[in-house]
């Protein structure tokens, strides 16, 4: 199994899930105008209540998603890595 630490393809979960709180923010402001304008129908102002706390869930689910991705890259820097038998490690190199 590969080490998480060095796997150079970038995990783009952090991204989407803050991707999806831009949308429903978006959505949020612009919802309750296309219902004024006749635009949408009043059935979709049902979902307007919900959208400003889903676009909070989704911001924190983001924020956390980034936060174990830093954490999770950051568990082997050190001055000088060299590779080893685990993975990496802290040291000089021989």
């Known amino acids: 199994m590969p080490d998480p630490a060095a796997d150079p393809s970038p995990h783009k979960t952090a991204k989407a899930l803050a991707g999806l709180a831009a ?8 919802l309750p105008l296309l219902i004024t304008a006749g635009v949408l129908g009043a059935g979709a102002g049902a979902v307007v209540g919900w959208l400003p706390a889903l676009a909070v869930v989704f911001a924190v689910l983001a ?3 980034w936060w ?6 950051g568990s082997c820097s050190c001055g000088s890595v ?5 993975g990496c490690g802290c040291g000089a190199s021989v």
Do not use: I, N
Request: charged share 30%; proline share 0%; with cysteine.
């Open 23 to 30: 949308l429903a923010c978006v959505a949020c402001c612009a």
């Open 68 to 73: 174990l991705q830093q954490r999770r890259r």
């Open 82 to 86: 060299r590779a080893d038998r685990e």
């Open 63 to 65: 924020a956390g998603s």
